[in-house]
């Protein structure tokens, strides 16, 4: 039989190994640094599905994952020091979301795993070696929003007259700048429509290109693909409207706030995938080994109150291929 003392010794050494065992058990949790260029204002729905890609691999956020939020609000020049913040932490993964934070993330590192979410080509952004065999640390998904560019512009042309002039709203600090606009100059040559760039990289650049719009009667707009301009989306589309300029975007989530026109990928799909793939890589695989992902649905979405709003008369072919029309 045990003696009282023996008893109310091991008792002790328990309890006392209780908070050493719960610490033990907390820190063998993985953590994810997710690291957006932008910030978290309205990225609601992504993160949703960011979630429910983690959830379907058997991940659920502070239950046996923990994720640290990195954002750059925008000021891409942030992104470096976020990047080496999840590095010196020694998280598990970086959900590198946002085509800015892309290749920083890939700068800081060549250990962690990366899964990146972007609109670009990754290989062209020297992400990965290829799409079907990434190499090194590096794996994600892509949406299609920088290739249909051109498509939007001439989306556009359908709804506004032949003489009008369309202004091009792009951040000269995206590493997508020099592609979209040289596709959208081609194109623009090809259909022989005038356009014109309009660089913006604050809120305050933003109002002072309107102002420009009108004083150089500017038609109608082309927003390119652009983290931050998509934060900004509400500031964008109730100057739209203020000043009357028909406007298409990359993204439904423009359109849904009441912006005339979005074409483009999935963008909450991309980032259920990359929840996805973030769980895989948790669970051992290496993202040499995962394929790069293509988020193929690409949404074609109307506004019929913004469109009656603006006085734009939309042709019923065009209102017929829509995905989806909002009234």
């Given at each position: 039989m045990m003696k009282r003392r023996e008893f109310i010794t091991l008792l002790g050494g328990a309890v006392a190994a209780w908070p050493r065992a719960a610490q033990s058990q907390q820190a063998a949790m993985p953590v994810i640094g997710f690291l957006n260029g932008t910030s978290s204002e309205g990225y609601g729905p992504f993160l949703s599905a960011f979630r429910q890609g983690l959830s379907e691999g058997g991940f659920v956020?502070?239950?046996?994952?923990?994720?640290?939020?990195r954002w750059a609000e925008g000021h891409y020049d942030r992104l470096p020091a976020l990047a080496a913040d999840l590095v010196r932490r020694g998280v598990a993964v970086i959900a590198a979301t946002s085509t800015p934070a892309n290749r920083i993330a890939k700068?800081?590192?060549?250990?962690?795993?990366?899964?990146?979410?972007?609109?670009?080509?990754?290989?062209?952004?020297?992400?990965?070696?290829?799409?079907s065999h990434p190499g090194g640390n590096v794996t994600g998904v892509v949406t299609l929003n920088v290739e249909l560019s051109t498509k939007r512009l001439e989306l556009l042309r359908e709804?506004?007259?032949?003489?009008?002039?369309i202004v091009v709203l792009a951040n000269p600090t995206n590493p997508?700048?020099?592609?979209?606009?040289?596709?959208?100059?081609?194109a623009a040559r090809t259909l022989g429509q005038p356009i014109r760039v309009a660089t913006v990289g604050?809120?305050?650049?933003i109002n002072a290109a309107f102002e420009r719009f009108v004083q150089e009667r500017a038609g109608a707009m082309v927003v390119n693909t652009d983290?931050?301009?998509f934060s900004r989306r509400n500031q964008l589309i109730d100057l739209a409207k203020r000043y009357a300029i028909p406007a298409i975007?990359?993204?439904?989530e423009f359109t849904a706030a009441g912006g005339l026109m979005s074409y483009g990928g999935s963008v909450t799909e991309a980032y259920r995938l990359a929840g996805v793939y973030t769980s895989r890589v948790l669970k051992g695989e290496k993202p040499a080994d995962l394929p790069v992902q293509q988020a193929t649905k690409v949404e074609l979405i109307i506004n019929l109150k913004t469109?009656?709003?603006?006085?734009?008369?939309l042709p019923l072919d065009l209102l017929a291929r829509a995905d989806e029309v909002i009234e």
């Open positions: 956020e502070n239950r046996n994952v923990a994720i640290e939020y700068a800081a590192t060549t250990i962690i795993p990366i899964v990146f979410t972007t609109s670009s080509d990754p290989v062209e952004l020297g992400l990965v070696a290829s799409l709804v506004i007259p032949r003489d009008t002039t997508n700048f020099e592609a979209q606009l040289g596709d959208l100059n081609e604050t809120e305050g650049d983290a931050f301009l975007f990359d993204r439904r469109a009656k709003a603006l006085g734009v008369t």
